[in-house]
């Protein structure tokens, strides 16, 4: 195992986090025979204790994921009229414009009209919607790795719940985005980059840490705003569902890096941080959604200064890490060597949410009620 200090240009692939030309650089292509193959060596291990319980927390986590399972074709209101434009136009109109909180004088933007307002809107929705599909099968096949590579029968279990709950996610998605909405976006290069440096890394323990803690507390995050925001109550029902699984599936990787980090040395901590500190990195770049902007007809260099400086914008990237950075606080990945990884987040300006509640206190209260009441708010 390597002990040697990394710089942020060795993690990350460049010297400044806010390298604009840097970011944008990295463009996305799609494979012609529509498939993407991501080597990883690792060993799928066998355990012959099958003592259930061993780990009550996570035993307790399988028990309740069994009674929450919920079917994507029957229990949502996939009969819902979803007309894209027209939930656009509302939700532009309940905060007051399409263009609210920066300045777009003397940008391509200020010849805009309603038109392309919406056009942007509509863009927007297909491209989040698209990237969070991705990010699903990005799970799918993960925690199918964590059944073969954790060693612990009951984390075995746990994630073949888990894998289930993967499936039916990007079922949900992929059929909202094929039958509500009006196009697809190829998977962003970014988040792309960060799946597969999670997927090649041979050791079960960064699997949950890109996964479970890293791209799922985004996802998490991501989800509750959009489900606050969102004026589609399919969309709504789809989100609630969807984060009551996620608080479980980041909660089930607080609950199982917390026995294994306890152990680590301050050498394999910093490995650890390093690779949080990268998979910060790629999701903030992703939030850039370039891809619109180049659909628009829009050069993203052009117009991203001016969006990345709107006040709400700052608020909204941290707001995505409110449960990334208390949950590394929790694994005790904030102050090991030295607090490197605090002095990062800082630096990303995501640090104010250290002190909120972590997902394993919380995801129960999380959960959708029971399955034999499935009425959702
Ligand atoms: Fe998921
Ligand atoms: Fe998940």
Known sequence: MTTEMSSTEDIIGRKEIDDLGAILSVVGTEESD??????????????????????????????????????????????????????????????GGHAVGFDISGTPLEKWTDKEWVAFGVESQNWTLSQFLHGEQGALICTAKIVESVPWIDAKYYASTQVMDEARHVEVFAKYLDEKLSGHYAVNAHLRMLLDDIIADSRWDMTYLGMQIMIEGLALAAFGFMHSMTPDPLLKKLLR????????????????????????????????????????????????????????????????????SAPDRTEFQALLFSKIVPNCRKLGLLDAADGWLRTKFTELGVIEFESAVDTSEEYDAMAAVPPTQRELV
């Open 34 to 95: 529509g498939r993407h193959v991501v080597h990883s060596d690792y060993d799928s291990i066998f355990t012959w204790d099958y003592e259930k319980g061993a780990r009550p927390k996570l035993n307790k986590l399988y028990e309740k994921a069994k009674n929450a399972q919920w079917n994507g074709e029957t229990d949502l209101p996939w009969e819902t009229d979803v007309d894209q434009e027209k939930l656009v136009i509302e939700a532009a109109a309940a905060q």
């Open 241 to 308: 569902y969807v984060m009551a699984d996620e608080a479980r599936h980041v909660a089930f990787g607080v609950l199982s890096l917390q026995e294994y980090y306890a152990d680590l040395s301050t050498a394999e901590l910093r490995e650890r941080q390093e690779f949080a500190f990268e998979a910060a990195v790629r999701m903030r770049d992703r939030f850039l959604q370039q891809e619109v902007w180049d659909r628009m007809g829009v050069d993203p260099k052009a117009i991203l200064p001016v969006v990345l």
